[in-house]
Each structure stands twice: as C-alpha cells, then as structure tokens.
C-alpha cells in the first residue's frame, strides 16, 4: 500500500501560470490578507484582473485555501513528532480504512504516504511527553492494522514554510 492517490490529485489539471500569476501566490503565500488593490499595486496590473486571475488560482485548486499558521508552542503543543507507520496488511482496503482512522485524529496534523521501509509519515503535535504517550497507547496504536510506529521527537525547527513560489 504505498500510493493512496486521490481523486483530487488524478482529475486536477494544472494550468498554466504566467509571471503574473507566479507573482500574485509569492504575495498571498506571505501574506493571505493583502488586498486585491495592493496586488495590483506591486505587480502593476489594475484590480479587475488581479482578481480574475485570484478567482481562476482558486478555482483551478492552485490555491487550495487560505490559513493561518499558529506557533504551535503558544497554544500548548510544543512537543512535535514525527511517526513512521507501516501496516501489517497493504491491501487498497485496509490502506483506506487507515487513512479514514488518521483523518479522525486532531493531533495528526500532517500526514504523507511514503515509499521505503515505512507507508507513511505522520506530522504530530502534543502538549508534552505525557500526552503524546496517551496518544500513541490508546489512540495512535489501536488503529485496526497498525504494524511497527517509530517516534522520532523534534528537538528543534531549523526551518518551516509553506511558500512554494520564491
């Protein structure tokens, strides 16, 4: 069970994107709340068609949604971990029954299906070492078809960001 591919990533073509449009996601990727008129500002288009453009990156799914990053050490969950899992059967079936089981968790906040020793990577948060404990015995590990997990614990961010125009 190494790809989980889905529908949304088999039926989404990718438009293309002109130097206009790469400049319009480098702005809203460091800053979602810009406004339209200080867009057209910077890149020297006039406000109709920045929206346009911002309206099509929409609804194209180039941009996906617009969130707000949280630290999460001023929110009590400063223990971060990543946890490697494989499964013990990896049939389509049980792939899925798993990825329905991660959704469920809060505490998962990002989750990959990865090729190599393990099938995927989780990205988890947790207020401390205790929590995580609790999360991993009693929620975490009883996922039906849970094989090995591997706690790796985040000693520090040496970097983080989710711009991908630059």
């Known amino acids: 069970m190494k790809k989980a591919v889905s529908k949304e990533q088999t039926t989404i073509t990718t438009p293309a994107l002109d130097k206009a449009d790469l400049e319009i996601l480098k702005l809203l990727q460091h800053n979602a709340r810009i406004t339209v008129k200080e867009i057209s500002q910077q890149i020297h288009l006039s ?26 050490t001023k929110v009590k969950k ?33 989750c990959y299906n990865i090729s190599g020793e393990f099938d995927f990577m989780l990205k988890v948060v947790e207020e401390n070492m205790n929590s995580y404990y609790d999360f991993h015995v009693n929620r975490l590990s009883q996922i039906e078809n849970m094989g090995n997990v591997q706690s790796v614990f985040v000693m520090g961010i040496i970097k983080e960001t989710h711009k991908l125009i630059w």
């Open 47 to 72: 406000t109709t068609p920045v929206h346009e453009r911002i309206k099509r990156l929409e609804q194209t799914g180039v941009i996906k949604q617009y969130a707000t990053l949280v630290d999460n």
């Open 78 to 110: 400063g223990l971060m971990v990543i946890c490697y899992v494989s499964l013990k059967e990896h049939s389509k079936n049980a792939g899925l029954k798993f990825i329905k089981a991660i959704n469920e968790l809060n505490e998962v906040i990002e």
